[in-house]
């Protein structure tokens, strides 16, 4: 058959709260155009983020009710910690809330001032724990990342001769090499098993370890299978094996890639350092065998982590954010090519090209994509990245992008035609769509509770 159905049937839903455009001009207004300050239930599509908002199964939720709650050594901890070591392999797992408390502890236990990480690109929290320590995130994506127009396979690959050229100058600056699969930064993109493969073996030639930011771990895993030779005919659990198999350790965030709204961890191959590790979780997560989580999160992860492998799953998830973003790029939408895995990235820079960047063309997009059809992303551009934290300064940022991430088994193909038919309702209308100016903004990531105002008074009415 030619469709791919969403591989599950609905056993219990939520409903959506309906709203005029009316209402939602109104709600605007009192949110101060940012659509992090909108409560949920006045959003009919919440494309906001992939992390935490997934479905979980029913065999989730009846592992939730098996949840151990003993304050140590629950029967909930050896399931997820056999979970753990089965899908990756690591001997030393540490359980954390969520996926910035594993980056915390690990850094915390590796980075000090002046040291130097290497990423294909870091997360904004990755960024912002190596930075807190006083150490110096690089991002080295691979020159094939820099057009988002092209359709490379593998865009998520790290600059393996940046790498080379950075652990011969700096080396002794390194404590660790990261990469970040898929990339999130990057547009979802994936990371081919070759640069895995050769970034390990760079990184070990210099005596560092590795480590793997493994949130998306089983889209990874899937992209390689479809895209890279010689993979096609091997299972999923067998390339995330290996996936991890070049690797010292990984943080994860069980958000997105374990199907659970909530929990993380970190593995280790090194004893001495998992036991520093633990006694960082001790203080600040918890105790070394829940770290901050419930029982029955545990469990429900341990369910996910094995769930979310399935060949109908993974094809459904990458195929799905793919309809979106060919749909939209047949209808000339700019949209970051090819599609990555949890998210699409409409590229606002040149969607409203007659916006300047210090009047923040992804702003404006989102916003109207909120009041048009009730659909919220978020802006990636130069309202999240623009003011340089140290000198206050304000500049554009590279790429002004609006991220749509697509939550794990929520919304169905209707719910993606509708989002197709507002973006392209919006794109025929594009010349009518004003900048922002910012009225109030803290001192430190601003996109979360600045308050915006139209450079127009009406807003984006059509012309
Ligand atoms: N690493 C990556 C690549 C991420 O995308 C995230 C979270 C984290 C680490 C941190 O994990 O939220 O569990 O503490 N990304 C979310 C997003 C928030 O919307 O992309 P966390």
């Not at 600056?173 to 699969?181: A, G, Q, S, W």
């Not at 091997?234 to 690797?247: C, H, K, L, R």
């Amino acid at each position: 058959m030619r469709t791919i159905i969403e591989p599950f049937r609905i056993k219990s839903v939520e409903p959506i709260a309906m709203s005029s455009v009316e209402q939602r001009e109104r709600w605007l207004a009192e949110a101060g155009y940012n659509l992090f300050k909108l409560p949920a239930d006045r959003v009919l599509i919440d494309l906001l983020t992939d992390s935490g908002t997934s479905a979980m199964s029913a065999a989730q939720w009846s592992a939730v009710m098996a949840g151990d709650e003993s304050y140590a050594g629950a029967r909930s901890w050896f399931r997820f910690e056999e979970a753990v070591h089965e899908v990756f392999g690591f001997p030393f797992v540490i359980p954390t809330h969520q996926g910035r408390a594993a980056e915390r502890i690990l850094f915390g236990c590796t980075v000090k001032p002046g040291d130097v990480v290497p990423n294909n690109a870091h997360f904004d929290t990755t960024r912002a724990n190596i930075e807190y320590l006083g150490g110096v995130a690089v991002d080295l994506p691979c020159p094939a990342a820099a057009d988002p127009s092209t359709d490379e396979p593998f865009k998520g690959d790290l600059d393996i001769d940046a790498l080379a050229a950075l652990l011969e100058e700096q080396g002794e600056r390194v404590p660790l090499v990261m990469v970040t699969v898929t990339n999130n930064t990057g547009g979802g993109q994936p990371v081919s098993m070759a640069n895995i493969r050769a970034i390990s073996e760079l990184a070990h030639r210099h005596g560092k370890p590795f480590y793997i930011d493994a949130c998306r771990f089983a889209e990874n895993a899937w992209f390689i299978k479809t895209r890279e030779p010689g993979y096609a005919d091997v299972g999923v659990p067998d390339i995330v094996a290996e996936m991890f198999g070049y690797a010292d350790g990984a943080t994860m965030s069980a958000k997105k890639d374990a199907l659970v709204n909530i929990g993380g961890f970190l593995c280790t191959r090194d004893p001495s350092l998992a036991e520093k590790e633990r006694n960082l979780l001790i203080l600040t997560e918890g105790f070394t065998t829940y770290g901050g989580l419930a029982g029955r999160d545990l469990e429900a992860i341990a369910v996910g982590l094995r769930e979310v492998l399935a060949e109908d799953y993974l094809r459904y998830r990458i195929v799905s954010t793919a309809y979106v973003v060919d749909h939209l790029h047949a209808a000339g939408v700019p949209v970051l090519r090819p599609a990555g895995g949890h998210a699409v990235y409409l590229d606002a820079g040149r969607f409203l090209p007659h916006v300047p960047a210090l009047q923040y063309p992804g702003q404006s997009l989102s916003v109207e994509l909120y009041r048009h059809a009730g659909i919220r992303g978020v802006e990636i551009g130069t309202v999240m990245a623009g003011r340089d934290p140290v000198s206050g300064a304000e500049r554009p940022a590279r790429l002004e992008l609006v991220r749509l991430a697509i939550p794990r088994r929520v919304y169905t193909q209707s719910h993606m035609d509708y989002v197709v038919e507002a973006v392209v309702e919006v794109f025929t209308r594009r010349q009518s769509l004003s900048g922002y100016r910012i009225t109030a903004e803290p001192p430190f990531l601003r996109h979360f509770s600045a308050s915006f105002e139209p450079l127009e008074a009406v807003l984006a009415a059509p012309k």
